[in-house]
């Protein structure tokens, strides 16, 4: 009778003893992984960027005193961005060449449009200036194509910004604007 | 440690403190009684000059950070202070700039004499690890740095090399937005990297103790590679290896003051003298030198290859080329450690250094430069002068057989006695084609040394000709097959990874080596090497 109580108690209490620890470890090993994570996320995620750069910083631009053939550089959120009224012959390019043989194809209208969907004005092309190769400043009417050239690794751009020769893999990108007036647009 | 410590404390405080922290015999067994092989040549005290260079510059840069502003608007004016005006700034601001170029130059020289000698293999492949994870360390600190002065090179240094991690499909964005704190490099890049600067080099001095430990306990390397297994083959480390490493880190500070006394900014770019402009971009950028071989690797890949386009393509050979030496430990298949008696190792070892080299010298130029001379770029006109112009407008009935519907339509005006056809496509399903009839003719070749000279010859005369109201010139260029940079990138990329990933696995399998002495003592009687 003792010994049966012994047995009996003591192989349940061993394996019993042995997975509430396990459970214990587990358990606990778990928590501590959760928090582990939970605390090294604000560390990492500091790094993004702030409130203050993210608040999407608006820019806006008098397009009066621009002269046809003429472009300006400005910076939003911190990047650069051609404004650039172009000339009737610039136009002719930017539209002619709407479905020649394209790396990226896009139509020049369609690189016109507004933020807010509406079209643009075939004088004025507002688009991101970081060349999408490597992010340098392409030189202005420069090229074959008079659009922009990009002296880093000779990528080439047209009057619609489009790419045409080189490195770079796509088209300077859009910058999102708006018409404020007849001669002044925001951006961003 | 080799063997049991042989530390006799001399005085009452040093028996006393022995036995409370035995520091002094650490110290006297591993730089002391430690016995190093006694064939060791000059190529094994590089270790010593790195070490040197790794207290200069964070004793420079710890100075540095006193008078440093890291905020975009005075970081620049900054460095000119310490160099024109804080005490010893002139001398202290170039120890650290020239400092960060003798590090390279002497982990350079200490990495090949691993790769030359075998000293990455069994037991010492930890040892060689440790290495490359304080080489990464290395170049992190470097480019931080270099990013410090905010000069024009660092400025687009660091956009330019941001920009490579943007191409990592679909999160690359996000890690380059988190990295530079923005959507371009400004006030909180800057910030950041000044931080990150200053914490890395005390990273690495952590990894180097580790280095240092598992080098005492796998032992040291020799020119012969075999294992010491005498007390002859091994000498005390003081005074032999102090000596000599005393006299060489002499000779390399002799070098480093040579620059840091009479060229300062010899290794530099002038560039970085004019202030950080996110607006212009420099018309050339290069890395610092050391950094070359892999911004020549990045380079290289001018193509895409399947789903993996030309930008993310070097990205992957360029982090591959470091990555690749993680792993070499396991790549060399050789049972002898040493290439002294690996004769044909050897010479595929010294075209990998000429090969290093050349990487280095082509990410210095313009990739499109010819390496070579190439014959000159020729383009052939064709004209009609004279003769009456006529415009027809040709649809097509879907976009699908587009061209081939404008190709029929040009074809048909040539039947009617056309010379010349135009086709201009205005839409998808629309094109405008011009054709000259009657008139005469005209062909006419131009050239130019290059594809810009050749371009800019074809304007002029189609300017010319547009004078004289010829409508349209035909053109049909003929580019002559040219040696650029970048094909000879691609090839020295190719070596550099034939070298790890091909020659090294079977030449080990394959090749017959001359005899290995058993003995250290023997390599030396052997005769010379
Ligand atoms: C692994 C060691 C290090 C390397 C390879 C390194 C490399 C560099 C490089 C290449 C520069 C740019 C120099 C120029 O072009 O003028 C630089 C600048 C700087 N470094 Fe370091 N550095 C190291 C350690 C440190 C340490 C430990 C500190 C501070 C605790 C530091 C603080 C600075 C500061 C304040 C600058 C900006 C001033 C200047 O441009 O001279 N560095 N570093
Ligand atoms: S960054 Fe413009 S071509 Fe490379």
């Known amino acids: 009778m003792a010994e049966t109580t012994a047995n009996e108690t003591a192989a349940p209490a061993a394996s019993a003893g042995e997975t509430r620890r396990d459970f214990i470890f587990i358990a606990a090993g778990a928590v501590g992984a959760v928090g582990a994570a939970l605390t090294a996320w604000p560390f990492i995620d500091q790094m993004n960027p702030a409130a203050d750069t993210r608040a999407m910083a608006t820019t806006e631009v008098d397009l009066a005193s621009l002269q046809a053939g003429q472009q300006i550089v400005i910076t939003w959120q911190g990047k650069p961005v051609f404004v650039r009224h172009r000339t009737p012959a610039e136009i002719e390019a930017a539209q002619r060449d709407d479905y020649a043989a394209l790396k990226d194809p896009a139509t020049d209208a369609s690189r016109l449009v507004q933020a807010n969907g509406a079209a643009g004005k075939p004088a004025f092309l507002i688009v991101q200036a970081a060349c999408t190769h490597l992010g340098c400043i392409p030189t202005f009417a420069a090229g074959d194509y008079k659009g922009w050239m990009c002296a880093c690794h000779g990528s080439q751009y047209d009057t619609s910004g489009r790419i045409r020769r080189g490195p770079a893999p796509l088209n300077l990108a859009l910058a999102p604007y708006t018409y404020l007036t007849d001669t002044s647009i925001r951006i961003g | ?529």
């Open chain 2, 1 to 529: 440690m080799a063997g049991p410590s042989t530390y006799q404390p001399a005085s009452g405080f040093t028996r006393w403190l022995d036995t409370r922290l035995p520091i002094l015999r650490l110290a006297h067994d591993s730089f002391v009684a430690y016995p190093t092989p006694r064939n060791l040549n000059y190529w094994w005290t590089f270790g010593a000059v790195l070490s040197m260079c790794l207290v200069v510059q964070i004793v420079t840069g710890i100075v540095l950070a006193m008078h440093y502003a890291p905020s975009i608007h005075d970081a620049f004016a900054s460095v000119q202070r310490i160099r024109r005006d804080v005490p010893w700034g002139w001398l202290i601001q170039p120890i650290h700039a020239v400092g960060a170029s003798m590090f390279f130059l002497a982990v350079y020289i200490h990495m090949f004499r691993g790769l030359y000698y075998g000293s990455y293999k069994a037991p010492r492949e930890v040892l060689w690890i440790l290495g490359c994870v304080i080489y990464l360390l290395m170049v992190a600190t470097a480019f931080l740095g270099y990013s410090l002065p905010w000069g024009q090179m660092s400025f687009w240094a660091a956009t330019v090399i941001t920009n490579l991690l943007g191409a990592v499909p679909v999160v690359g964005t996000a890690i380059r937005d988190w990295l530079m704190g923005g959507f371009a490099i400004d006030n909180p890049t800057l910030n950041r990297f000044f931080s990150l600067h200053y914490l890395l080099p005390f990273l690495i001095v952590g990894v180097v103790v580790l280095h240092v430990w598992a080098l005492h306990e796998a032992g040291q390397n020799n020119p012969a590679g075999v294992d010491p297994k005498e007390k002859g083959d091994t000498v005390p480390f003081t005074p032999h290896a102090t000596m000599k490493d005393l006299f060489i880190t002499v000779v390399f500070l002799l070098l480093f003051g040579l620059f840091v006394f009479y060229m300062p900014d010899a290794l530099g770019h002038p560039d970085n003298y004019i202030p950080a402009d996110p607006l212009v971009t420099p018309t050339h950028i290069v890395p610092e030198w050391y950094l070359l071989p892999f911004y020549a690797i990045l380079r290289a890949i001018d193509f895409n290859v399947g789903p993996i386009d030309s930008k993310l393509g070097g990205v992957i050979l360029m982090f591959g080329a470091i990555a690749v030496l993680f792993v070499l430990p396991w790549l060399d298949t050789s049972r002898v450690r040493s290439m002294r008696y690996r004769p044909i190792a050897q010479q595929f070892f010294l075209i990998f250094v000429v090969v290093c080299i050349a990487l280095g010298w082509c990410g210095a130029q313009q990739p499109a430069a010819p390496v070579i001379p190439h014959p000159a770029f020729k383009a052939d006109l064709r004209w009609v002068e004279g003769g009456t112009s006529a415009t027809r407008t040709v649809t097509a009935t879907s976009e699908r057989d587009a061209v081939a519907g404008f190709e029929a339509a040009a074809q048909e005006m040539r039947q009617a006695g056309a010379q010349l056809v135009l086709v201009n496509r205005t839409s998808p399903t629309q094109a405008t084609l011009t054709g000259v009839s009657g008139g005469t003719e005209q062909r006419a070749t131009v050239q130019g040394r290059d594809l810009d000279a050749l371009e800019a010859e074809i304007g002029k005369r189609k300017a010319s000709l547009g004078a004289a109201s010829v409508p349209f010139v035909e053109v049909d260029r003929k580019e002559p097959f040219v040696f650029t940079v970048t094909r000879f990138s691609q090839i020295l990329t190719a070596y550099y990874f034939l070298f790890f990933l091909g020659i090294l696995p079977l030449l080990g399998l394959r090749e017959t080596a001359s005899r290995v002495p058993d003995t250290i003592a023997k390599s030396i009687r052997g005769g010379a090497h």
